[in-house]
C-alpha cells in the first residue's frame, strides 16, 4: 500500500528550527521526486523544497534558500526537511508529495501524485 506520512510540526519560536519527516511507504524513492509544500491558511499550496532522488538534485523556494535543508535517507524511505532560522510567516500545514520521475524536480503541485495529510508548523512568540 502506497502511504505518505509527515510528522515532526509544532509550535517554535522566531529563530528556531524543527525537522520534518516524511515515510514514503510502498513507494522505492530511488524512482520518485519528493516535494514539500506548506499551505497557510486561506493561502494557496506553494512549494517550499524538492528533491530528484536520482541525481540529487534540489531545488527550493527563494524565501526558503539558506534556511531549509532537504535531505534523504534512502535506508529509512525517509525524506526530511530541515527549518532553521524560522519566521512567524513560515506558519502554514506542512505537505509532503511524492512524483514518479527522474527529471530534475520542480515546485509545481499539480506535477505530483501522492500527499500526506500534512504536520503543522506554527511560528510564534
Known amino acids: 500500500q502506497l502511504q505518505v506520512v509527515e510528522s515532526g510540526g509544532g509550535l517554535v519560536q522566531p529563530g528556531g528550527s524543527l525537522k520534518l519527516s516524511c515515510v514514503a511507504s510502498g513507494f522505492n524513492l530511488d524512482y520518485y521526486a519528493i516535494g514539500w509544500f506548506r499551505q497557510a491558511p486561506g493561502g494557496e499550496r506553494e512549494g517550499v523544497a524538492c528533491l530528484t532522488s536520482d541525481s540529487g538534485i534540489t531545488n527550493y523556494q527563494t524565501s526558503v534558500k539558506g534556511r531549509f535543508t532537504i535531505s534523504r535517507d534512502g535506508a529509512k524511505n525517509t525524506v526530511y526537511l530541515q527549518m532553521n532560522s524560522l519566521k512567524p510567516e513560515d506558519t502554514a500545514v506542512y505537505y509532503c508529495?511524492?512524483?514518479?520521475?527522474?527529471?530534475?524536480?520542480?515546485?509545481?503541485?499539480?506535477?505530483?501524485?501522492?500527499w500526506g495529510q500534512g504536520t503543522q508548523v506554527t511560528v510564534s512568540s
Open positions: 508529495a511524492i512524483r514518479y520521475s527522474f527529471r530534475p524536480c520542480i515546485l509545481d503541485k499539480y506535477e505530483y501524485d501522492y
